[in-house]
């Protein structure tokens, strides 16, 4: 059964750019979140998917954005990057119903460097 | 005021003994509540959940809730140096997101 997978494991970008991160959520999860992880902090909530709508939106701004396709699958976009965008990216799936009443499964991560 | 608190450590141990970690948060309305193991340079592991006031004890650890106080907690038994990593305290806010604290750095030392 596979868990969360999340792709591509490392990215190095340069300012202004634009980043797509990619995550298959775990088999029989319909929802998935997205989280920022800076060095030496917890993750930082960005967005939640389920039906293809965002449900929920963090302290982020627009230049961060996302898509929920039909299998479930997601991506994660962010528009002219900045220094401080570099940290951890989370994908995170839950079970059926879109709540995380049991918590979530965490993908391992892509690691972005802007430069 | 921060959502969920953690003393972000490092918190020193000894091998064998009991590690203690906490956490407080600040929305009364929390129903679930989650401890996440994080080793350095990967991605949160969930090792405890907790639903109920009182004790939930899973092998070596023991999460501990109290709603009055707004406190939950993680105890680790017979600590071992594999238990070194950044424990991460979560809170299930309404409308189904966590909320994570900051962590806090464990180190057991043989």
């Known amino acids: 059964d596979a868990g969360v997978t999340q792709s591509p494991t490392h990215l190095i970008k340069t300012r202004g750019q634009q980043v797509t991160l990619r995550c298959s959520p775990k088999?029989?999860?319909?929802?998935v979140s997205w989280y920022q992880q800076a060095l030496g902090q917890g993750p930082q909530f960005i967005f939640q998917?389920?039906?293809?709508?965002?449900?929920q939106r963090g302290n982020f701004p627009d230049r961060f954005s996302g898509h929920q396709f039909p299998n479930y699958s997601s991506e994660l976009n962010v528009n002219a990057l900045l220094l401080g965008d570099s940290a951890l990216y989370l994908c995170?799936?839950?079970?059926?119903?879109?709540?995380?009443?049991?918590?979530?499964?965490f993908g391992s991560g892509t690691r972005l460097t802007v430069v | 005021q921060k959502e969920v608190e953690q003393n972000s450590g490092p918190l020193s141990v000894p091998e064998g003994a009991i590690a203690s970690l906490n956490c407080t948060y600040s929305?009364?309305?929390?129903?679930?509540f989650f401890w996440y193991r994080q080793y350095s340079g990967k991605s949160p592991e969930l090792i405890m959940s907790?639903?109920?006031?009182g004790d939930k004890e899973d092998g070596r650890f023991t999460a501990q809730l109290n709603k009055a106080s707004q406190y939950v907690s993680l105890l680790i038994r017979d600590s071992q140096p594999s238990d070194s990593a950044t424990y991460l305290c979560?809170?299930?806010?309404?409308?189904?997101?966590?909320?994570f604290g900051q962590g806090t750095e464990l180190s057991v030392k043989p």
């Open positions: 995170a799936s839950s079970l059926v119903g879109g709540t995380a009443d049991y918590g979530y499964t």
């Open positions: 929305d009364r309305g929390s129903q679930s």
């Open positions: 907790i639903y109920s006031n």
């Open positions: 088999s029989g999860h319909d929802t």
């Open positions: 979560a809170v299930n806010r309404q409308g189904g997101k966590l909320i």
């Open positions: 998917y389920y039906e293809e709508e965002e449900r």
